[in-house]
């Protein structure tokens, strides 16, 4: 039985080994050499592509895009422990609701919620229009940082509220009832018992809104109006606009490398949680 | 023996969207008392010791303890401490910070919190246990840490909501066992909530029985068993053959178209009652020299004993007896006065 079951695992290796393992290799391997893509015989192992990074325009560049999703990771996390933290005590009945309220948006399209955002924000937008319409004077959010945090911020909150509004849930109320019945007021239950039973959560969304928060070329593309060049915008301009490919591998694993390192310090922020089964890693 | 009275219940009501849950109850509670709270699920039970230790509000009546309301005190101040059901532990902590949890949150010093939560830890026998995860525990074990987390608080009532109800039979009598060491060693009030009748009777000094958001009787566990107050609680309260009768005069009562001598007075003039008689009360006998005949229906065998069910007139009996009988068998039934018991047909008979 063993031996045979382990057959139905093919197809998933199969599919793991053409669609994630090559790409990666292939990248690996245009990110360490020079020459003319397309022309296979011409590539030569090199370095070049690592040594152009160091330069402080692209240091600049790598620096803003950690700062920006680290800015926006924190607000979701202000924002979205809170709102879980509302849902997961609010009546049974009500519950489903208010979790559609933040799930509905993710089901529309990206583009067109960004889009959107572009429409309300931009300078002579819907915001601006209604602030003349009363009186007051008009807001430069966009182009700019704040807008390009705000989209993040609004794109990726679901991903905040979700894990943590799971592991919340999960608390037994009974437990809450013990911290109370053992002389704890409601600060106390919260910082001592409900916020360490959290972690995993909390580890959970900073990942999922990390991730995509440091890589968007989208949001910074269209709410940045050009200006607010991010690694993604980078990376993106040397496949589609420089036909720099082994510039562009070189910048890709780069991030990838960093990515791994922040994942890495937040796990072992979850490492005292030995039940951590929510987190990514 | 005259103890204080730590904790009493006045008129105490409880009702959930119109449905009455605790109906207007009325409790003394004493000091050092083990005090169990037996009935039914959905007797109230629950909900009147929730609403000692505060989790609950009332909708009405009073709750005092030592004399002082505290209806509107909150758990954290209140000194009582629970043992819950699922033990709800700490799972983010081992087992000496879940004992200490309490401790901190007082700000005790670091070294009487070790003293206090070490003697908890003999007390439960979990030394050497301090630096354990608590999810490695067993059952049993995760129950007395619960226990422990409590008691080194030294309340002055420990709350008890059904704390072996996930423990196994042969486990479960231990702990019973433990409970009642611990209770006598710490000297303080046990209130316990129990749906299990022999639970109720082993472990109280006084058992209170409920259902349907009311108290039937209160007593002491012989008392309970062998004076039951009304048919509910001789029907919940062991086995029982429930009769109805009349009782013509004191001492004197009719049943089964016979009639008894008994030990039970104070009715009026052949009042209509129902008649008690445990099943291990009944002596076997031959048809001759009996009270009653009847023939054997069913015979089952329960370890101690057998089981037998008895037709006899339009009434079937229950008897446990070591001395089978085959079924079809005619036999005699045989008790004395003092096996007969005598209840006022109160009104929620039928519920």
Known sequence: ???????????????????????????LYYSFTSGNIHDPGSLKFSVESYGKFFDSLYLNIIIKSFWLAFLSTVLCLLFGYPVAFIISRAKMKHRGLLLLFFLVPIWMNFLLRTYAWMA???????????LEMIGLPTLA????????????????????????????????????????????????????????????????????????????????????GGKELLIGNLIEQQFTVHRDWHFGSALSIILMVMILISMAVMSKVDAGNEQGGAALW | ML??????????????????????????????????????SGCGKTTTLRMIGGFEDPNDGDIFFEGTRINNVPPYKRNINTVFQKYALFTHMNVYENIAFGLRIKKVPNDEMKKRVQRMLKLVDLEGFEKRHVDSLSGGQQQ????????????????????????????????QIELMDMQKNVGITFIYVTHDQEEALTMSDTVVVMN??????????????????????????????????????????????????????GFSKDEPVDVVIRPEDIDVTSPEDA???????????????YEMLVESGDFEYMIQSTDMQPVGAGIGLKFGPEDIHVMKRGSDNEK
């Open chain 2, 3 to 40: 103890r204080r009275n730590i904790i009493e219940l006045r008129n105490l009501t409880k009702s959930y969207n119109d449905t009455v849950v605790v109906d207007a109850i009325n409790l003394l509670i004493r000091e050092n008392e083990f005090i169990t709270l037996l009935g039914p």
């Open chain 1, 1 to 27: 039985m063993k031996n045979k079951s382990k057959y139905l695992a093919y197809p998933y290796v199969i599919w793991m080994a053409i669609f994630i393992v090559i790409p990666l290799v292939l990248v």
């Open chain 2, 212 to 265: 349907n958001g009311v108290i039937q009787q209160v007593g002491s566990p012989v008392d309970i068993y062998n004076e039951p107050e009304n048919r509910f609680v001789a029907d919940f309260i062991g086995e029982s053959n429930i009769l109805e009768g009349i009782m013509h005069e004191d001492f004197l009562v009719s049943f089964s178209g016979r009639k008894f001598r008994c030990v039970d007075k």
């Open chain 1, 120 to 130: 309300i924000l931009s300078p002579n937008g819907f915001l601006n229009r209604v």
């Open chain 2, 291 to 305: 009270d009653l005949q009847g023939v054997v229906s069913s015979v089952v065998f329960k370890g101690v004993h």
């Open chain 1, 141 to 224: 959010i966009m182009p700019g940082q704040k807008a390009v945090v705000l989209g993040m911020v609004y794109n990726f909150l679901p991903f905040m509220v979700l894990p943590i509004y799971t592991v919340l849930a999960k608390i037994d109320k009974n437990v809450l009832e013990a911290a109370m019945d053992l002389g704890a007021n409601g600060l106390i239950t919260f910082v001592r018992v409900i916020l360490p039973q959290t972690i995993p959560g909390i580890v959970s969304g900073v990942t999922m809104v990390f991730m995509p928060a440091v890589s968007t070329f989208v949001i910074s593309r269209l709410l940045g």
């Open chain 2, 144 to 175: 007395r840490v619960a226990i422990a987390r409590a008691l080194v608080n030294e309340p002055k009532v420990l709350l008890l909501d059904e704390p072996l109800g996930a423990l196994d039979l042969k486990l479960r009598k231990e702990m």
